[in-house]
C-alpha cells in the first residue's frame, strides 16, 4: 500500500511540474483597442511569472504590455506626467484583463 501511494504521489508532482504557467503575450496594446503586436502566449520558465504592465496618463490608459518576466514584482511609479503599474500574477493567463 505504501508503495502504491508513493508512486501516485511522484505521478502527481511530475504533473505538476511539467504544466508551465501560461501567460498572455501582447507587445503593444492601445487603450481599449486590440492587441497590434505580439499578441500570442507564453510559456514561462524558471522564476518566470505573467506580468502585465499598464502606463497611464492622468487616469486613463494609454498602454498595455504582457509578457512572461523573470523575476517580476508589483510595483507603482511615475515618471514624464505617466504612471506605470506592473503586476505580476502566477495563474494561467492572469495577465489578460486585471
Known amino acids: 500500500m ?3 501511494f508513493l508512486l501516485v504521489f511522484s505521478l502527481f508532482c511530475c504533473i505538476a511540474v511539467v504544466t508551465p504557467l501560461k ?3 501582447c507587445h503593444l496594446h492601445m487603450g481599449s ?3 497590434r503586436r505580439g499578441f500570442g502566449v507564453c510559456l514561462a520558465q524558471k522564476s518566470e511569472t505573467c ?3 499598464n502606463i497611464y496618463k492622468k487616469y486613463e490608459l ?6 512572461c518576466q523573470k523575476f517580476c514584482r508589483d ?3 511615475n515618471h514624464n506626467n505617466l504612471t506605470y503599474i506592473h503586476h505580476c ?5 492572469c495577465n489578460m484583463n486585471h
Open 2 to 4: 505504501d508503495k502504491h
Open 23 to 25: 501567460c498572455i503575450t
Open 33 to 35: 483597442d486590440r492587441c
Open 51 to 53: 506580468m502585465l504592465l
Open 62 to 67: 494609454q498602454l498595455s504590455y504582457m509578457v
Open 75 to 77: 510595483l507603482m511609479f
Open 89 to 93: 500574477c502566477k495563474s494561467d493567463y
